[in-house]
Structure formats: structure tokens, C-alpha cells
């Protein structure tokens, strides 16, 4: 009711004024995921009508309405999201992007460009990275920014607050004494960094999309911008390697700040392997010992550095660089708690992102000179357990490819007289090389046709050395 004669009254208004504040009470009381379709559509009419006042009004309505709006729009898989994308005109998105560059343009405290970019986290998080990008027409302000200059303006604010945050927080942690009074201070920039590192990942995959083509044809970004966010993204990257070398110095490893940190190296990491190789290298063991500050273990740490990972290992140097510090083992454990019963859950994808780092180590361990160790059996009872839940053709070979590699560095004999190593697990070993040698590989998939080749050599090359596998797999297919 109040929103509608708010579409009514004159811009500006003290009555508009008084609308918004008596919306705003309103507004924080809202259960917006028990509310039937009716409402949620009403209330989507009423993100819009927001977006509009964000927009065009500049007094303190325009705070309001920010305010409002990243409430609304923050709250995590909420049922308003689909109602959102479901509206067919793009106005309201327009309207959001120009109050956005409206309060990152001019000088406004700190804690409102906050919530400036934490809305425009929240509208990539809704609508997809590429909203970032998109060229949208506004109909009642010509002033809009282009989309280059309004995808830097967000990236250079946010790189900004970072900077200032990651300097306050070292502050704050290793260098203040009052730490009775600074406890709160330094969860509520904790909190803060969360949402730029967030803002900033999204900003990552958009200027990866943008470079590499993928993604709706809708970016319009020129390669001078993309080059322009690449080289403040590696200085930003560079500042929170700082950062955590800082914590590493002061003998620091556990904190939800140091495991975001971790999770935006990785991120940027992934799409640049070799970017800040220098510092990479050196923090890369401690990196791998972060933990959250309810965890009790380094898993999430590790997982974000996976992409990574499975790319520098290609290079011996990078299997060196693993290998000095034992790492393999680590990434070798967070693949096995990955497939645990009652253990921490994780998506295919970062399986296969370990089995490929892990493959790829194996293939340079005669230039690395890796004693074989008993992480290597747990490893061949995880991936038996990994291929005993799917059908799939990637599955199957990606498991079977490691399987044949891990077989290769021992014997039937030997791994019978390991504890918790049966002939049920031999079994099952030799279950999975059979339905990777009869999988049939379709002709464009380079990937499984190179597996399939690492398998059928290396099984060639212990057959004799594993009787019982040797007998079930040559039932079963002609090698």
C-alpha cells in the first residue's frame, strides 16, 4: 500500500520522504521466503519502484533506498530473486547501476559505498556475473557511464576498500594493544572484506567470460578495459598475498578472514596460474594450513587452490614446488575426505580438479623422486569408492586413468599385506578398469581418448605383477 502512492507523489517530496521512512520499518520486518506468489510479486514491483527513487533522487532518500535494497536483495535463496529475473524490461536494473555510480562517484562515507558494492555484488549474484557488463539504456537520466567506465568504477572502489580494510584489520590484530576493544571492530571488517572479496571473484569470471568469448553475447567490454581490470586485479591479488604472509609472520593460520583470503587467491589463481608466482610459491605450504574459525582442518584452504593446482603441475617446476612441502599428500587427504561417508561434501567438479592435479603429479615423479607412501592405498580405496557412485563415462575414466598409475608404483603382493587392503578392494579395482576399457569414447573427446591410452600402456606394464586383476580383466576385454 505504501509503495504504491510513493509512484504517485512528487519526486522529492516531504511525503515521499516520510514513505520511505515509514517503508523502511516496515521493510526489516518482512519474511520474504514464507510469502505466497501474490505478494512476492508485489514485492518485486516494489524493487523497482525502489531501483527508480535509488536513482533519480539525491538527498538522504537516496541512502533509504539503498539501504532497502541491499536487505532485500542480500538475503541468501530467497523465493524474490526468481521474481526478479522473471521481469521482462531491464529499467530497474539501469535504475540500480546508475544509483550505484551516483554514490561511487561523489564523496559519501565509506560504510555507503559499502553498501553501494555489496549491491552490486547482489545484482551479479542474482542476474549473473555478465550484469556487470551489460549496456542498458535509461530512459529519464542521460548521464549514464559506458560500460567500460562503470565496470572499472566498481572494480577500482572495491580494490580501494580492500586496501584500506587489509591495512585496519593487520592494524587491528598484530599491532594494537587494546584488543578487548577491538574484538567487534575486527569481525565488522571481516565481515566487510567478505562481501568485496565476494563482489571482487564475481568481477573475475566476468572479465574471464569477456576474454575468452564465453557467455551471452552481450559484453561490450573493449580488450584495453579488460587489460586495465587485469592489472589492478594482479596488484589487489598481490596485496592480500601481502596480507597473509603478515599472518603467516605473526604465527597466525586460523581466522574466516585468512580462509577468504585463500578462497580469492585461488580464485584469481585459477585463471592465472603463473600470476605472482613468486609469492605463490613461498605461501603456498601455508596456505594449505589456513582453517576457517569453526573448522578444524585446512580442507576448504586446499580445495580453493585446486584449479591452480591442476594447471601448474602440468610443468615439473610446479611438482617440485608441490612436492617440497609434501603438498601432494595434502591435495591427496582433502581427495579422500571428499569421498568419505559422514565426511565433508564437495562437487564432482573439485574431485576431478584433485585426480587431476594428482595424475598429472604422478606423471612427473620420476623428475621428482616421490617415494611411494601409504597416502597413495588411501587414495586407491578413495577412488573406488568415488567410481562405485556414478555410471558416468568422466567418472569411470578419470578414476580408472589414476587407478592404473597407482598400481604401476607397486604389487598385488605387496598391497595384500597392507592393513585395511583387501582382495574386495582389488576386486573392485579391477571392476573399474574393465568399464574403462569398454567405454566407448566418443570421437571429439580428446580427454578420455588420451585416458583411455595411459590406461591400456600402463595396465600392459604390471599385468604380471597383479595375477588376480590380470585374470578379471581379461575375462571380461582383450587388452
Not at 541512502?63 to 530473486?81: C, G, I, N, R, V
Not at 584452504?301 to 593446482?309: A, E, H, K, N, R
Not at 592435479?357 to 616421490?370: D, E, G, R, Y
Amino acid at each position: 500500500m505504501i509503495f504504491l502512492q510513493i509512484l504517485s507523489l512528487t519526486d522529492g517530496s516531504k511525503c515521499v520522504e516520510l514513505a520511505i521512512n515509514l517503508l523502511q520499518l516496515l521493510v526489516h520486518k518482512l519474511k520474504v521466503d514464507t510469502m505466497s506468489s501474490e505478494k512476492l510479486q508485489g514485492m518485486t514491483r516494489m524493487v523497482t519502484c525502489l531501483a527508480r527513487i535509488f536513482a533519480v533522487l539525491h538527498t538522504a532518500v537516496k541512502f533509504d533506498a539503498l539501504h532497502m535494497l541491499t536487505f532485500l536483495l542480500s538475503q541468501k535463496e530467497s523465493p524474490l530473486h526468481d521474481f526478479l529475473r522473471s521481469i521482462p524490461a531491464s529499467i530497474w536494473e539501469s535504475h540500480i547501476r546508475v544509483g550505484i555510480t551516483a554514490i561511487l562517484q561523489n564523496r559519501v562515507v565509506s560504510s555507503e559505498k559499502l553498501h553501494a558494492l555489496l549491491l552490486a555484488e547482489c545484482m551479479m549474484s542474482i542476474l549473473g556475473e555478465d550484469w556487470l557488463s551489460e549496456d542498458f539504456e535509461v530512459q529519464d537520466n542521460q548521464n549514464v557511464l559506458s560500460v567500460d567506465k562503470f565496470v572499472l568504477l566498481v572494480l577500482e572502489s572495491a580494490r580501494v576498500e580492500v586496501a584500506v580494510l587489509l591495512n585496519e584489520l593487520a592494524y587491528l590484530k598484530y599491532e594494537s594493544s587494546k584488543i578487548s576493544q577491538t574484538d567487534e571492530a575486527i569481525s565488522q571488517k571481516q565481515r566487510n572484506l567478505a562481501i568485496l572479496f565476494s563482489l571482487i571473484e564475481r568481477i573475475i569470471k566476468m572479465i574471464s567470460n569477456a576474454s575468452s568469448g564465453e557467455g551471452a553475447p552481450i559484453h561490450t567490454i573493449r580488450e584495453s578495459t579488460i587489460m586495465q581490470a587485469i592489472t589492478g586485479l594482479n596488484e589487489t591479488i598481490n596485496l592480500v598475498l601481502d596480507f597473509l604472509q603478515d599472518a603467516k609472520d605473526h604465527g597466525q593460520w586460523k581466522g574466516d578472514d585468512l580462509l577468504a583470503a585463500a578462497r580469492i587467491v585461488g580464485s584469481y589463481l585459477a585463471e592465472a596460474p603463473y600470476a605472482c608466482k613468486e609469492k605463490t610459491g613461498n605461501l603456498l605450504e601455508f596456505i594449505f594450513s589456513i582453517e576457517g574459525q569453526d573448522e578444524s582442518s585446512s580442507f576448504y584452504s586446499i580445495c580453493f587452490m585446486l584449479p591452480m593446482l591442476s594447471q601448474i603441475t602440468m610443468e615439473v617446476d610446479g611438482c617440485r614446488t608441490l612436492a617440497s612441502f609434501g603438498g601432494h599428500k595434502a591435495v591427496i587427504d582433502c581427495l579422500v575426505k571428499m569421498t568419505e561417508q559422514g565426511g565433508m561434501t564437495i562437487d564432482n567438479g573439485s574431485m576431478f580438479l584433485a585426480c587431476d592435479t594428482i595424475i598429472n603429479f604422478m606423471s612427473n615423479m620420476k623428475s621428482v623422486h616421490i617415494p611411494v607412501d601409504y597416502c597413495f592405498i588411501r587414495l586407491l580405496k578413495a577412488l573406488v569408492t568415488w567410481a562405485g557412485t556414478t555410471d558416468a563415462s568422466s567418472v569411470t575414466m578419470t578414476a580408472s586413468c589414476l587407478c592404473v598409475m597407482l598400481l604401476d608404483m607397486t604389487s598385488e603382493k605387496f598391497l595384500l599385506s597392507c592393513s585395511h587392503f583387501d582382495a574386495n578392494i582389488l576386486g573392485s579395482l579391477s571392476e573399474i578398469i574393465i568399464r574403462s576399457l569398454q567405454q566407448d569414447i566418443p570421437d571429439d573427446d580428446s580427454e578420455q581418448f588420451k585416458q583411455k591410452q595411459i590406461i591400456v600402456s600402463g595396465y600392459k606394464r604390471w599385468a604380471d605383477r597383479f595375477p588376480r586383476v590380470k585374470d578379471v580383466v581379461e575375462q571380461h576385454v582383450s587388452v
